[in-house]
């Protein structure tokens, strides 16, 4: 009799983790979406019945219906939205194609309105294919909850369309499950470059040092991955790498949004905000439109380190000016004891005011166009490190810049010829930061990374890593460095080295060399050779000998050899390519999508033997796991 018990007692163990029977949410098989709700146009009434007009051939669903937002093209935007289910297998399997943009080409799970899970299709770049391919997410976390499936195409550009098919919940996959990856440690996530806790970021705002402590306040929209709602966010950090990110410093009210500005210290209490004995740090910035008002420019201050603000009671400081007016950059000029203020205007057009009080502003003067628009940045710099000889730079969003001189009441251009900053296809909106102290002396710059790409991300977009500017004169005129800051080395693990080493083609010295996130410095000889580089993760970085130009990534510039050699610094993160030739004389800034499985580094010559005076490549260590 317990013998017959046992048995029975397995029998019902066994049963109870058996799979259960599959439950199909959604085949796309009817005549129309049934119970699911739809807005917009690019899903129309109902199922597509394979490929729509235009539309490279679709395959991969399963039977005669799918969901194909491309009703239209690209253009056509919406939303697709499943009646509420409780979950009760471990999986939802389906299959899934087209655009692979983050929360604009995606599927995702609500729970309480939540999204818990998402996908997208694999698609970014032109090319690519119309094939739906099998995913799952594991939700066996989710159990007897209710839940949604919401379809979203948010977007319109290339690949701006979302392909799903065969929603089903099953208790046995097939293939590897889509999981929720852990914080600061996701697939595309940068590890030695600022990126936010989760959702959009772009230019860099008030960056000041005080007290110890690098302010990274950012522009940021904590309620969704794309840009919009702007506020400022707000980062700290004791070296320019390990950074915390705090509560959201300023937020939008009745003036709007929170646009781009700056930050310094109050060092006199000009504005008399001051409550206690921390100095006061005041915030400018630009208070974008609402309920039918304009640009106007605005100030909030605090007494607690950044911790908290208090908006001026009497904002604006600045009023509407001009259409576009907009990202104040505020600082201190010491010898006239005045605060002085570039303002971007419209078009090309900046200008400069000046305050004794940081809350009425007087118009110093129009700032002569030079190729340039939004996010002025103003700041002097000693020429080849003289300080007895002094140069001011005036920049825009884009990077390129003009030098000239000024004594507190105007601005005179040396040239009106701008040039770059940087040659990369992601940088803009840098700045500079404000109150570095005078036994550190740096000019420090940080850019956001505009346009980069990074898949299934609960974050969007990166910040440059910290650059250290130095005003050089060469035969051409004054120009900027840009070098990344020392403190990179403090991140340095373990090193790969090579000394008077010559390459011949076919040659590759880093062929054991693996991995992500890497510092490499390199000074080559080119010799016979008529192109030398790096293929990094794939990614060229390349120098061709004949015109003496450099590539990366889409960006191109001329980097005449200096002595026969040419110097490379190259910072590889997860989901960037910086490269800074010659100390700083050229400088480029990019994003990448890396292949996961391709970790290779390569350095190679071709058409003739060049010699590699040295070559270092020093692991880096994340700063999130430290």
């Avoid at 390459?503 to 390199?522: E, Q, S, T, Y």
Wanted: with cysteine.
């Amino acid at each position: 009799m317990k013998l017959l018990l046992c048995i029975l007692t397995l029998g019902v163990a066994m049963v109870a983790r058996a799979a259960q029977p599959d439950i199909t949410l959604a085949d796309f098989e009817g005549p129309d979406y049934g119970a699911w709700k739809a807005t917009g146009t690019a899903f129309g009434t109902g199922p597509a019945q394979g490929t729509l007009p235009s539309q490279m051939p679709v395959s991969g669903f399963v039977g005669h219906g799918l969901v194909n937002s491309y009703l239209g093209g690209d253009k056509a935007t919406g939303t697709l939205t499943s009646p509420e289910f409780k979950i009760e297998r471990k999986f939802i399997s389906f299959l899934i194609g087209g655009g692979g943009l983050p929360a604009q080409t995606c599927m995702n799970l609500l729970v309480d309105g939540q999204i818990v899970r998402t996908a997208t299709g694999p698609n970014i770049d032109p090319g690519g294919s119309e094939e739906l391919a099998p995913a799952a997410w594991k939700v066996d976390d989710l159990a007897g909850k209710t839940a949604q499936i919401q379809i979203v195409d948010d977007a319109t550009g290339g690949w701006g369309h979302i392909l799903v098919d065969q929603i089903v919940l099953a208790d046995q996959v097939t293939v590897a499950p889509i999981e929720p990856e852990k914080l600061y440690d996701e697939r595309y996530r940068p590890q030695f470059h600022f990126s936010a806790r989760k959702n959009w970021l772009n230019d860099p705002n008030g960056l000041v040092f005080y007290n110890g402590e690098y302010h990274l306040f950012f522009q940021h929209n904590p309620a969704g991955i794309q840009w919009g709602n702007m506020t400022w966010g707000h980062a700290v950090s004791p070296d320019l790498l390990h950074w915390k990110q705090l509560d959201n410093a300023i937020l939008p009210d009745r003036l709007g949004t929170i646009y781009s500005g700056s930050a310094v210290v109050d060092w006199n209490n000009t504005a008399g905000f001051q409550t206690g004995k921390e100095k006061v740090l005041v915030a400018m910035y630009t208070a974008a439109e609402a309920n039918g008002q304009k640009y106007v420019q605005c100030i909030a201050y605090s007494n607690d380190r950044g911790r908290t603000w208090t908006k001026y009671d009497k904002n604006p400081v600045l009023p509407y000016i001009a259409p576009a007016n907009r990202d104040p950059k505020l600082i201190w000029h010491a010898p006239t004891k005045q605060w002085i203020v570039a303002l971007y205007l419209i078009g090309q057009d900046y200008a400069l005011f000046t305050s004794p009080d940081l809350k009425s502003f007087t118009r110093l003067q129009n700032v002569p166009p030079f190729g340039n628009g939004e996010c002025p940045d103003f700041y002097p710099m000693p020429v080849d490190g003289n300080s007895a000889q002094i140069k001011w730079v005036f920049s825009g969003a884009n990077g390129r810049y003009v030098t000239g001189d000024f004594d507190g009441h105007k601005f005179v251009l040396d040239t009106p010829h701008a040039q770059p900053m940087d040659w990369g296809k992601n940088y803009y909106a840098a700045q500079t930061y404000s109150d570095i102290p005078v036994t550190d002396g740096r000019r420090i710059q940080i850019a956001w990374m505009a346009g980069g790409v990074f898949p299934r991300m609960p974050f969007n977009q990166q910040m440059s890593f910290p650059t250290e500017l130095k005003l050089q004169r060469f035969p051409e005129g004054l120009r900027i460095c840009r070098t990344p800051v020392r403190e990179i080395e403090l991140l340095h693990a373990d090193p790969h080295e090579w000394h008077d080493l010559t390459v011949k083609p076919g040659d590759n010295p880093l062929a054991a060399v693996h991995g992500d996130l890497f510092d490499i410095r390199a000074e080559i000889e080119p010799g016979a050779a008529t192109a030398v580089g790096f293929n990094i993760r794939g990614h060229q970085v390349a120098y061709r000998i004949a015109d003496q130009k450099l590539t990366c990534l889409g960006g191109t510039a001329a980097v005449p050899l200096a002595n026969q050699r040419l110097s490379l610094q190259i910072l590889v993160d997860r989901s960037s390519l910086e490269v800074f030739a010659n100390n700083g004389y050229v400088a480029m800034t990019s994003c990448f999508v890396p292949d996961p499985k391709n970790q290779s580094l390569e350095f190679y010559a071709l058409g003739g033997n060049a010699k590699l005076i040295h070559l270092q490549t020093f692991e880096i260590r994340s700063v999130w796991k430290n």
